[in-house]
């Protein structure tokens, strides 16, 4: 079945670094995939919509200068969060669609645990 | 405004019992509800799903049931065993999803007391 590998599975950084996050489609090609971030006991919050050759498409309330996402290829999307701030620190996940399969559902990595001191 | 609502936080349930968890949603448009598993620090994994014309769907100890006018879906499984502890996330498909199309519940931690 479909695939989906994101790396690194956990990183610390110090505050005012950027952080960058790798999420890849092993065995489909991705024109979209989606980027998510989850805090503790809350459900999954999409954050942006990474499209391949174009810019990303961010959900409201998400600060595109902060939350630098290239889709660079079609099996590789990259989230950078940049000037990294404790209030950062969270579970990201990137997940992504197998085009060819209508109504597949949704394939997600295993996430990034990103703490930020 | 939550348009998918898991009202349980947690669940305990007993090995070998069956174990029901449920979820509403208010958004009529959604056509296609998922059930995703999730275990601490990893990304979700599907688990099964079910079509708006469809009332029941079965996959092994995994049943899902769609009551429309209701609103409410429901994933049995059963006989629990400790493997199926994790959080658990019901998603609906359709008009009025974010732009990948799912809208999330806060998800449900099953925990399987030996």
């Known amino acids: 079945g479909a695939v989906v590998s994101q790396h690194p599975s956990w990183v610390i950084c110090k505050s005012g670094t950027s952080v960058k996050i790798e999420c890849r489609s092993l065995?489909?090609?991705?024109?979209?995939m989606f980027w998510y971030r989850q805090f503790p006991k809350q459900s999954l919050m999409l954050m942006a919509t990474?499209?391949?050759?174009?810019?990303?498409?961010?959900e409201q309330g998400v600060e595109k200068d902060k939350f630098l996402i290239n889709h660079a290829s079609l099996t590789l999307s990259t989230l950078t969060v940049t000037s990294a701030h404790p209030e950062d620190s969270s579970f990201y996940i990137c997940?992504?669609?197998?085009?060819?399969?209508?109504?597949?559902?949704?394939?997600f990595g295993n996430g990034t645990r990103l703490t930020v001191t | 405004d939550q348009q998918v609502k898991q009202n349980s936080p947690s669940l305990s349930v007993q090995e070998g019992r069956i174990s029901i968890l449920n979820c509403d949603y208010t958004?009529?448009?959604?056509?296609?509800f998922l059930w995703y598993k999730k275990y601490p620090a990893e990304g979700p994994t599907f688990l099964i799903s079910?079509?708006?014309?469809?009332d029941k769907n079965e996959d092994g100890r995994f049943t899902v049931f769609l009551n429309k006018s209701a609103k409410h879906l429901s994933l049995h499984i059963v006989p629990s065993q400790p493997g199926d502890s994790a959080v658990y996330f019901c998603?609906?498909?359709?008009?009025?999803?974010?732009?990948?199309?799912?809208?999330f519940g806060k998800g449900t931690h099953l925990i399987i007391q030996p």
């Open positions: 998603a609906a498909l359709g008009s009025g999803g974010g732009a990948d199309g799912l809208t």
């Open positions: 079910i079509s708006s014309i469809k």
């Open positions: 958004n009529s448009m959604f056509d296609y």
């Open positions: 997940s992504a669609r197998a085009p060819d399969r209508a109504n597949s559902p949704l394939h």
């Open positions: 990474s499209n391949e050759g174009s810019k990303a498409t961010y």
């Open positions: 065995d489909f090609q991705a024109t979209t």
